[in-house]
């Protein structure tokens, strides 16, 4: 079967044009897997103004080992911004400075995980945090997902044969598949979380990155909201909203689950995290260049996602996916039954990596599927990239029919 006509360009939102099977010149390889942010979009300029502007400041505490929670001027600005953009009030009391997601994750997982216990997982799920609960010898139990994010059908299926340590989410534009958990279905879970005593780790580094409808409101803002508190923890990071180098991010929750993590043995010998970058990210969100900076990033992936899936409908229209309303990602599932270890070397000739599906999961599953990322490229080069994906699509698919 012949394969669908390629169009001979592609307008993208650069407004630049790309002939189709052309190669952008100094390209190279097309890595679909980079999940961060291009160069060109780091604030240098902004960062050197809040540098200077926090060393004006003469606070010389902030050169020192800091207090356990994080820098107090750091978290009230820190407080200011949230409740901005998550309209509705954040307590700095409810917040504690990480050195970003990742170390936060593994920082709950010492003081709320020991080794063998069972914690649940989206599944898919961001397939680093699996690194991580492996580095813990915790035993993974995958909940499924749809649309709407996690299955509470499925999960109260598993608490009747689990206890688990914790569950761990990503509500909002999902790390790999971009879908977002429903306000209902995030209501459902703080029930689950009060019924079973249940700690709900939320994983929400994507939640201000919405293309003009932002998600339902964070885990950890909901769990405030009720009588009775469920447990959560939410993560936050500046390194999706900011520059990943600044390896800053934060807990937000209830005290007393702060309190529990403050008692680990790096916190109480090292103090603080981060004490210096927090003063330098407090002045970029004094002087409004955090917000700034965080509108811009909106845009441009924004962009990107719009660039991203019309390349994919244009030049692999038999593959299928849903359009993300915010975060970095497009979960593809490969046409005809394709199976992306088939198609990753043959894609690889022509210059284009991804990560497979079967990366994000505790087990055997997804092997039709890849995850693109649109954060890290141009918009040319997101078409050029599609267009060596299609090439290797046809490959694969003629390959498969020989």
């Known amino acids: 079967m012949s394969s669908p006509q390629r169009p001979q360009a592609l307008g993208n939102a650069d407004d630049t044009v790309?002939?189709?099977?052309?190669?952008?010149?100094?390209?190279?390889?097309?890595?679909?897997?980079?999940?961060?942010?291009?160069l060109s979009l780091l604030p240098q300029s902004a960062m050197r103004t809040a540098a200077e502007h926090c060393l004006t400041r003469g606070d010389a505490a902030l050169l020192q080992y800091g207090a356990d929670q994080g820098d107090d001027g750091f978290r009230e600005s820190l407080a200011q911004f949230l409740s901005r953009r998550y309209a509705t009030p954040v307590d700095a009391t409810h917040l504690m400075v990480s050195a970003g997601a990742s170390q936060a994750l593994d920082l709950v997982?010492?003081?709320?995980?020991?080794?063998?216990?069972?914690?649940?997982?989206?599944?898919?799920?961001?397939?680093?945090?699996?690194?991580?609960?492996?580095?813990?010898?915790?035993?993974?139990?995958?909940?499924?997902?749809?649309?709407?994010?996690?299955?509470?059908?499925?999960?109260?299926?598993?608490?009747?044969?689990?206890?688990?340590?914790?569950?761990?989410?990503?509500?909002?534009?999902?790390?790999?598949?971009?879908?977002?958990?429903?306000?209902?279905?995030?209501?459902q879970l703080m029930e689950a979380s009060r019924a079973h005593d249940l700690l709900i780790v939320a994983d929400e580094v994507y939640q201000l990155l919405d293309f003009g409808a932002p998600p339902p409101p964070p885990l950890a803002v909901l769990a405030t909201t009720h009588t009775h508190e469920a447990r959560v923890l939410s993560l936050g990071s500046f390194s999706k909203i900011c520059a990943p180098g600044l390896r800053l991010g934060w807990i937000h929750g209830a005290p007393a689950l702060l309190d529990i993590v403050m008692r680990s043995g790096v916190v109480q010998s090292g103090g603080g995290m981060n004490p210096f970058v927090s003063g330098v990210m407090r002045s970029m969100i004094d002087l409004g260049l955090a917000d700034e900076g965080l509108d811009a990033l909106r845009r441009v992936y924004t962009e990107r996602s719009a660039t991203l899936c019309q390349a994919l409908r244009d030049y692999v229209p038999d593959a299928a996916f849903i359009e993300p309303r915010g975060g970095y990602f497009v979960w593809l599932t490969l046409p005809d039954g394709m199976l992306a270890s088939q198609l990753q070397p043959i894609a690889a000739a022509e210059g284009v990596t991804f990560h497979a599906g079967s990366r994000f999961i505790s087990r055997l599953g997804f092997t039709q599927t890849v995850r693109l990322s649109f954060?890290?490229?141009?918009?040319a080069e997101l078409v050029d990239g599609v267009q060596r994906l299609a090439r290797a699509v046809d490959q694969c698919r003629a390959d498969r029919a020989r």
């Open 109 to 187: 997982c010492a003081r709320f995980t020991k080794p063998g216990d069972t914690i649940f997982v989206e599944e898919p799920t961001y397939f680093l945090a699996l690194e991580l609960f492996r580095d813990h010898g915790l035993q993974v139990v995958g909940i499924p997902l749809d649309a709407d994010g996690m299955r509470m059908d499925a999960l109260h299926d598993a608490l009747a044969q689990h206890r688990p340590a914790l569950v761990y989410t990503i509500p909002s534009f999902q790390n790999p598949t971009g879908t977002t958990m429903s306000a209902a279905r995030r209501e």
């Open 375 to 379: 954060a890290h490229y141009a918009a």
């Open 18 to 38: 790309v002939p189709a099977g052309a190669r952008v010149p100094g390209a190279g390889n097309i890595d679909f897997g980079n999940g961060q942010p291009s």
